[in-house]
């Protein structure tokens, strides 16, 4: 039989306790989190009524079926009219130029609660299940173009 014996100072007891402690938060916080994401699902952009339940939220009404659907490739260099683009973008906080090169869909619903004449229109672009872009226009001679997200 072997007896090992240590001698641990209280700086050391103290340090162990500390880890242990940290470990312990660690292994609660992965629990909560873990849970938390499986209870919440994120819409899922790709479904029509998805979409059309998004806009909604942000105070637009909208047509149940989009006007157009259109597959477009996001460009790789925001230059030009892009910049002002991806400004707006940023300014929601839409990922689009993380999507350079890629094929994406874009949505266009004609909105129906806007004080204007004209026709405006609601573009949302979905990259798989995610929204990447969007934007509010006229697409008349003398338009506007403004965020979806107030």
Same mark, same amino acid.
């Given at each position: ?8 100072? !209280?700086?050391?007891? +103290? $340090?162990?306790?500390?880890?242990? #402690?940290?470990? &312990?938060?660690? +292994?609660?916080? $992965? +629990? ?10 994120? %819409? @899922?952009?790709?479904?029509?009524? =998805? ?9 637009? /009404?909208? @047509?149940?079926? %989009? ?6 490739? +996001?460009? !790789?260099?925001?230059?030009?009219? *892009? ?13 689009? /130029? @993380? *999507?350079?090169?890629?094929? #994406?869909?874009? *949505?266009? *619903? !004609?909105?129906?609660?806007? =004080? @204007? =004449?004209? /026709? &405006? ?10 929204? &990447? ?6 697409? $008349?001679? =003398?338009?506007?173009?403004? #965020?979806?997200?107030?």
């Amino acid at each position: 039989m072997f007896v090992y014996t240590a001698k641990l100072s !209280r700086r050391k007891l +103290i $340090a162990a306790a500390v880890a242990a #402690a940290a470990v &312990i938060g660690a +292994i609660v916080l $992965a +629990i909560a989190l873990g849970t938390g994401s499986r209870a919440v699902s994120a %819409p @899922d952009m790709s479904k029509n009524a =998805d979409r059309v339940a998004w806009l909604r939220s942000l105070g637009l /009404e909208v @047509d149940e079926e %989009p006007l157009e659907s259109r597959t477009v490739v +996001i460009p !790789r260099n925001f230059g030009g009219v *892009y910049a002002d683009y991806i400004a707006l973008q940023r300014k929601q906080g839409f990922p689009l /130029e @993380d *999507y350079g090169g890629m094929e #994406a869909t874009r *949505y266009t *619903y !004609r909105v129906t609660n806007r =004080d @204007d =004449d004209r /026709e &405006i229109v609601a573009d949302v672009v979905v990259y798989g299940q995610t929204v &990447i872009a969007g934007d509010l226009q006229c697409p $008349a001679l =003398d338009g506007f173009m403004e #965020a979806l997200k107030p």
